[in-house]
């Protein structure tokens, strides 16, 4: 029987909203691993983890490295730990570099601690406790906060994932407007969607390859197979050096931070969830824009929101009216409110009780409490005090789901282009 020694390499919050990318890093490694002769197993991979997570690093993504350890295991090791040392933002205060290594298979309770790291919060402490319970050698750079992602890169099974193409910059240009010819990316998004998504948002015309930040990227195609990436990356075209690129393995656009559950009262703040509720009330714009509405069910209710950066959603989540059954999709976020990323309809309550309509045609009027209805028009009376069933005609459709806009959707949510409907 052949032994096959494998090294796991997790590394994490290496960047700043100054600068870097974890992804970046990773992929000079690589390249140190290739002209050394040491060979990597399957794709590179990017983790996203809560996205509610208090002190998240931009994105919020680890990244895990998995090679063949066979006597290259201290060379690489040097290689890791001399990158992280030279290239992450250590003038940041929010940046704390981990970096971990380990042997062999991964294990069930390794991998419960990644679904814990994407559910929930894992301090440093306990990240430090359970990965030497395990066998990590762990490596922690000021506070080494960038462990507990570390541990979950390599840990998370990945029943779903998706790939993204991240191409990079020269140095010379970071923080310079960058130079993709946007016609290019129109054509490739015509050509490879939907096996590439993400790449344009047609309702606010926003190029959603290009990131926002003075990062090494220069764009980043996400997609459900490496080919389409090749044919994508193939068709965009751009007017500036392009010193790198690297495809990565990742758990984004799964929904794998969402959680099932029956009841809204089971929900925890910082948590992820999808739960059935019906509308209490008719959604309101309130606070700069932000739109907000209750659900309940048996067990309690909860505050939904559609926040200003989701745009048009909210324009659909205003089409929602009291006695809907709906089934949300998002988190609970700082304010306990549920930031609704997609909904589907259940069931629309598509009955209004109106007034009845008076022989002569007009609309009646109340005439006071349990005194029946009066008609302003011709004088006419009736004793009736209950009103009338009408049928009304909505915009929302039954089964159907409604999504932000790809411009707010965040790196976990699922798109309705994924999902096989
Ligand atoms: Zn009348």
Redesign the pocket.
């Known amino acids: 029987m052949i032994i096959i020694n494998i090294l796991h390499i997790g590394i994490d919050d290496t960047d700043s909203p100054d600068g870097m990318c974890t992804t970046f890093l990773a992929s000079q490694i690589i390249n140190k691993f290739e002209y050394n002769g040491i060979e990597i197993i399957d794709y590179p991979r990017l983790i996203r983890l809560n996205p509610f997570a208090r002190f998240k690093t931009r994105g919020n993504g680890a990244v895990g490295l998995k090679i063949l350890n066979d006597g290259n295991g201290d060379l690489a090791k040097k290689i890791v730990l001399d990158a992280v040392e030279k290239l992450s933002m250590f003038d940041c205060d929010n940046t704390n570099p981990g970096v971990i290594f380990y042997e062999g298979e991964i294990t069930k309770e390794m991998e419960n601690y990644a679904f814990r790291a994407i559910y929930e919060f894992i301090t440093i402490e306990e990240a430090e406790e359970f990965g030497n319970s395990v066998g990590c050698e762990i490596h922690k750079f000021k506070k080494g906060r960038g462990i507990i992602g570390s541990i979950a890169a390599i840990s998370l099974p990945l029943s779903d994932c998706t790939f993204e193409l991240l191409t990079y910059r020269a140095s010379e240009n970071y923080g310079a407007k960058r130079r993709i010819d946007y016609e290019s990316v129109y054509k490739m998004d015509k050509e490879t969607f939907p096996d590439t998504f993400e790449n344009i948002d047609y309702s606010e015309d926003y190029i959603a390859i290009e990131p926002k930040t003075p990062c090494p990227v220069l764009y980043g195609i996400r997609s459900n197979t490496v080919e389409a990436l090749k044919k994508a990356g193939d068709i965009v075209q751009v007017s500036e050096p392009v010193v790198d690129w690297c495809i990565f393995k990742t758990n984004q656009h799964t929904d794998m931070h969402i959680q099932k559950t029956t009841d809204i009262s089971s929900m925890n703040q910082y948590g992820c969830y999808e739960v059935e509720g019906e509308v209490k009330n008719k959604p309101k714009i309130i606070d700069g824009g932000h739109m907000f509405f209750h659900i309940f069910d048996e067990s309690g209710e909860i505050e939904c929101g559609a926040y200003e950066p989701t745009k048009n959603f909210r324009k659909t989540v205003s089409y929602l009216r009291p006695g809907d059954i709906i089934k949300v999709y998002g988190g609970i976020g700082e304010q306990n409110t549920f930031n609704i990323e997609k909904f589907k309809v259940i069931k629309l309550n598509d009955i209004e009780y109106k007034n009845p309509i008076?022989?002569?045609?007009?609309r009646?009027t109340s005439a006071g409490k349990n005194k029946g209805f009066k008609?302003k028009?011709?004088?006419?009376k009736i004793q009736e005090n209950e009103k009338v069933p009408i049928k009304i005609t909505r915009f929302l459709k039954n089964a159907q789901f409604y999504e932000t806009p790809v411009s707010a959707r965040r790196h976990l949510s699922k798109p309705l282009c994924r999902m096989n409907l």
Do not use: I, L
């Not at 008076?358 to 007009?362: P, V």
């Not at 028009?377 to 006419?380: D, S, Y």
């Open positions: 008076c022989k002569c045609g007009k009646m008609c028009k011709c004088g006419n």
